[in-house]
Nanobody, 119 residues
Framework: QVQLVESGGGLVQPGGSLRLSCAVS????????MGWYRQAPGKQREFVAT???????NYADSVKGRFTISRDNAKNTVTLQMNSLKPEDTAAYYC?????????????WGQGTQVTVSS
């Protein structure tokens, strides 16, 4: 089981940028696909981006071209560079092992990091 600590959130104006980081414990990090997810108040958790151990990425259509996911297998970290932020990006952001949505309620999540996009 991995432990996850997210950081880097904050308040930013529309059009601004933030860089989120996730520190992941566990030696299996190098062989697992990791993802970023977000949950806005009153809404279900949703997929943002994933990255495989070799660096292949996948993005939700809503963030494609604006967000970039990356990982450092030597440091057990996953980052999410977020540019051109919009108010609708406001949410708590979480990293985790990539798993199907039907399993999310049974997964263990970190504390997340809050991103607020507002003028």
């Amino acid at each position: 089981q991995v432990q996850l600590v997210e950081s880097g959130g904050g308040l930013v104006q529309p059009g601004g940028s933030l860089r989120l980081s996730c520190a992941v414990s566990g030696s299996i990090f190098r062989i697992i696909t990791m993802g970023w997810y977000r949950q806005a108040p009153g809404k279900q958790r949703e997929f943002v981006a994933t990255i495989t151990p070799s660096g292949s990425t996948n993005y939700a259509d809503s963030v494609k071209g604006r967000f970039t996911i990356s990982r450092d297998n030597a440091k057990n970290t996953v980052t999410l560079q977020m540019n051109s932020l919009k108010p609708e990006d406001t949410a708590a952001y979480y990293c985790n092992v990539n798993q199907p949505p039907r399993t999310w309620d049974r997964m263990s999540w970190g504390q997340g990091t809050q991103v607020t996009v507002s003028s």
